[in-house]
Every structure is written in structure tokens, then in C-alpha cells.
């Protein structure tokens, strides 16, 4: 694929394994979106630009790797904060050393010529003056803190390559200390736990009114939205050959449904506050809404005027890895929960059969934020997964945004991780990469300090001379490089073990 775009014509199969980590070939069609560098293996494809330059997925990966790599976790912070106080206290240590060979000859004379019996480095033949310019230097040299600055960037580095090879995407070098504390996870429904691609799957209508009709207003009236499951029932329309009329006022209620005019008729498809609001009795239809929505249906009304033509129900596959991926996650010490601005029965049947933990139903859009301050108040560090323009404000308010790569760019520009492949199974590997990598931080911290903390003493009391110092060092910074290097043997598949 020579850049991004959409296929407008023929099938293919697409390894994608340079973006998604996926070894498998993918099958791609009409529709689908293509990845440029991506290698078409079978089929002949037609496909429209829609990204080039930086604009494309390979550019913002470089991006997104690069603000990682150049950004500060908090403990680098911290050593920082260390160094500029080490820094000052060697000089002063070098310089107290020197003038202490000057004042006190015999006692370091004293500990030299002790050395001197089994190492053959040390000289106590040379003058006070040159021993004290030596071990001076010696000091200054072996407690550099090379390795102390290499600490944090390298382990980002390996780390973050490792991410983008498995489809992980980290923004930020925060995100990845963060991640490790996270408690509790909370999820949009749509496209995140769901596949995002609703199917209209019943229809139910009134004495007199034919499935053509009801969808002859339906798709008509949701051709004007871009909400999913608008598209579900305007492509059902479609396929049933029907011709879709003009809508003129449409106005998209948030969190309710939307309205507009068709052929001077007022036309109202949404949730039962819809209804409500503009005195549309649907009580005859109760039954079959809750039925409906026992199933893991959204069900939404349709209303000519104040009279109810019936309900028109939407279904979105679940993906094949969510309720594996909740199981792992849950097993793991982590809470999840489910925010969706979807009924309260259909959220708790999707709920139930993928095992979230707290399903929190009916939240309008801006009460998203709402939810995740909560959360954080009950939980403490709390992670947000999302995939829409809508779930942006969340991903900002959590502790670690995660965006689905198949969302909105909006979505994944919010948040601190993206999830190419758009699996749950990903932040499985995420909090593992998270974990793996700030151990190997931790890791080359404590090298880098026991090293200076062992051959500091040793070089003051004239024992190490400057060349074997500036080896050690040398030494010391290769030691923390090789170990950030063996993130590269850890394993972060989404199995819990």
C-alpha cells in the first residue's frame, strides 16, 4: 500500500504485521481501511488516498515514538533531582580528598602501601602531591553518572519498540509509570467492548404499518446521523432496496435519538426520554423493549408525530477477545466497568456476558468525565478505554487514556496509549510492558548507584587508579544498556499467568 486509504473496489488479503504485530493475513474488502507499507499478499485492490505525508499511521507512529522516547517518567524526575545533588557533593568529596592526602600524608601513606601488597596498580613510591592529584582524579572519574542518566531513556526505548511491534503505541514516558498502578479500568461500549458494526436484528411494528415503511422513515431520517447503529439501519434500508427520502430539520438529540421532518411529517427514533419528552405513549411496547433488551439489543422507538409506528432493534457483535480479556484483567486485581450512554437492560446484558464488574448505564456524553472522578475517588488510579469523539474529555480526566486504533483520530490525539489491532488483549500486554519496564528502570537505578556507592569509597582511599576507574565506568554504563536490552525476553502476551 503505497500510503493510507480506503479500498472503493475488490478484496485482499493484507499482512498488516508491520503496524499490528499480527502475524496472520487479514482480509480486507470494500470499505476497509489500509495502512501504507502494508503488503497486499492476494487480490487486486482499488483504493482512495485519504492520508499522505505526515498525516499517515506510519508518520503519527514515528511521532508518538519519538514523544515517548524524549519524555520524563516520574522517577527520572526524581534521579534528576538526585543527580544535582550528587553532582555538587563529589566535587566537594574530590576536593576534600585531595586536600586530605595534603594534611594527613602518613594515613593515607599508611592504607597505599597495605594496598599496595596485592594490588599492583597502587605506587607508594610516588609524592604525597602526585598520590592526591591521582586518587583525586580517580574519584571524579568513576562517579560519573553516566549510567544513572542512561537509566530511564534506554529502558524507554526498548520498551517502547517493543509496544509498537505489538501494536502498543505509548505516548508518553508518564503513562508508562502510571499504567503499572492502574486499579481499575473503565470501558466505552461501542466499538471498544463491541465491535463497533451494529446489524438491525428485529423489527416490530404496528397494526397497519409495513416493514417497508418503518424503514422507509427510519433509514431516512438516520442517514443524517453518524452514530453506528444509525448506519446499521441505514444500511438494512439499503439492502431492502428501499428508496430513502429528503429529511429537512434534523436535529440529533445527545443521549435521546434524533428528529426531523420527512414529507411534513415529524419523525422521532430514539430511547424511551425521547418519547417521553415529546408525549409519544410507547407503554403498549414495554414488554418488547425490555425483552429486547434482555438479549443485548439496543431497541429505539419510531414515532410518526405523537403516534408510535414501532421499534426497530440493533444488535453489536461483541469482539472475540473482550470477555477474555475483562476475565484476565479481574484476575489480575484489577476492577473494570462499563460506561455507556445505552439503556440500562442492554448494558447489563453485554455486561454479563463478557464479566464486567460495575455497569454504569445511560450516561450522556459529558457525563463521562463525571463517571471517571468518581472512580477515582473510590478506586484511586483509574485507566479509560474509548474509541469516539465523545470518550476524548474521559481519556483526558483518567489516570491512562487508552484509545482504540480503529476510533476517531480525536480519541487516540487524547489518549496516552492506542491500541492499533483494537483488542482488549492489548492492555493485558500494555500493563505487562508497563511493569516489565519500569522494573528494568529500577534495575539499572540500583546498579548505577551500588556501583558508585562500592568504587566511590575505594577511589578516595587512593586504591583505584583513574584508568581502571574510567574502565568501570565505562563498565557500568554497558550493564544498565545490556539490561534494558533483556525487556526484549519478557514476555507480554494478554495470557494471565
Not at 563529589?90 to 593515607?108: A, C, D, M, Q, R
Not at 432496496?241 to 445527545?254: C, P, R, S, T
Not at 415529524?266 to 411496547?285: D, H, Q, T, W, Y
Amino acid at each position: 500500500m503505497p500510503t493510507d486509504g480506503i479500498i472503493v473496489d475488490g478484496k485482499g488479503l493484507l499482512d498488516e504485521s508491520m503496524a499490528t504485530g499480527e502475524s496472520m493475513p487479514v482480509k480486507r474488502t470494500k470499505g476497509d481501511e489500509v495502512i501504507g507499507a502494508t503488503i497486499n499478499k492476494q487480490g487486486l485492490l482499488k483504493v482512495e488516498v485519504t492520508k499522505i505525508g505526515k498525516d499517515t499511521f506510519l508518520s503519527q507512529v514515528i511521532k508518538m515514538m519519538e514523544e515517548c522516547q524524549g519524555s520524563k517518567v516520574p522517577i527520572q524526575e526524581f534521579a534528576d533531582r538526585i543527580t544535582g545533588y550528587f553532582v555538587p557533593a563529589i566535587i566537594l568529596i574530590t576536593i576534600g580528598t585531595f586536600i586530605s592526602f595534603n594534611i594527613f600524608p602518613e594515613f593515607h601513606l599508611g592504607i597505599i602501601n597495605w594496598g599496595a601488597t596485592f594490588l599492583p596498580w597502587v605506587n607508594p613510591d610516588l609524592t604525597p602531591l602526585t598520590l592526591s592529584f591521582i586518587t583525586a582524579t580517580a574519584v571524579l572519574v568513576i562517579s560519573c553518572p553516566c549510567a544513572l542518566g542512561l537509566g530511564t531513556p534506554t529502558a524507554l526505548m526498548v520498551g517502547s519498540g517493543m509496544g509498537a511491534e505489538n501494536g502498543i503505541l505509548i505516548r508518553n514516558g508518564e503513562a508508562i509509570q502510571t499504567f503499572k498502578e492502574v486499579k481499575a479500568i473503565a470501558f466505552d461500549k461501542t466499538g471498544t467492548i463491541t465491535k463497533g458494526k451494529p446489524e438491525v436484528t428485529d423489527l416490530v411494528t404496528v397494526e397497519g404499518i409495513s416493514e417497508k415503511e418503518f424503514l422507509y422513515f427510519a433509514g431516512t431520517i438516520e442517514n443524517g446521523s453518524e452514530h453506528p447503529l444509525a448506519h446499521a439501519i441505514v444500511e438494512r434500508a439499503k439492502n431492502d432496496k428501499i428508496k430513502l427520502g429528503d429529511v429537512v430539520d434534523f436535529n440529533a438529540v445527545v443521549g435521546m435519538g434524533v428528529i426531523g421532518y420527512i414529507d411534513g411529517e415529524k419523525i422521532l427514533v430514539g430511547n424511551r426520554k425521547l418519547m417521553m419528552e415529546n408525549s409519544v405513549p410507547f407503554e403498549a411496547f414495554e414488554d418488547e423493549l425490555i425483552r429486547l433488551e434482555e438479549e443485548a439489543k439496543t431497541a429505539m422507538l419510531l414515532a410518526k408525530g405523537n403516534q408510535l409506528l414501532g421499534i426497530v432493534a440493533v444488535a453489536d457483535p461483541i469482539k472475540e477477545d473482550s470477555a477474555e480479556a475483562i476475565r484476565v484483567l479481574e484476575a489480575m486485581g484489577i476492577k473494570t466497568a462499563m460506561i455507556t450512554g445505552d439503556n440500562r437492560r442492554t448494558a447489563a446484558a453485554i455486561g454479563k456476558r463478557v464479566g464486567i464488574s460495575l455497569v454504569i448505564a445511560e450516561v450522556l456524553p459529558d457525563g463521562k468525565v463525571e463517571e471517571i472522578i468518581k472512580l477515582q475517588e473510590k478506586y484511586g488510579t483509574v485507566a479509560m478505554v474509548g474509541d469516539g469523539i465523545n470518550d476524548a474529555p474521559a481519556l483526558k480526566q483518567s489516570n491512562v487514556g487508552i484509545a482504540i486504533g480503529t476510533g476517531t483520530d480525536i480519541a487516540i490525539e487524547a489518549a496516552d496509549v492506542t491500541l492499533v489491532r483494537g483488542e482488549l488483549s492489548g492492555i493485558i500486554s500494555a500493563i505487562k510492558l508497563s511493569r516489565a519496564i519500569f522494573k528494568k528502570i529500577k534495575q539499572n537505578y540500583f546498579w548505577a548507584w551500588f556501583y558508585n556507592a562500592l568504587f566511590i569509597p575505594i577511589a578516595m582511599f587512593g586504591l583505584l587508579h583513574p584508568m581502571l576507574g574510567a574502565a568501570a565506568m565505562a563498565v557500568s554504563s554497558l550493564n544498565v544498556v545490556y539490561n534494558s536490552l533483556r525487556l526484549k525476553k519478557v514476555d507480554i502476551s494478554p495470557e494471565y499467568n
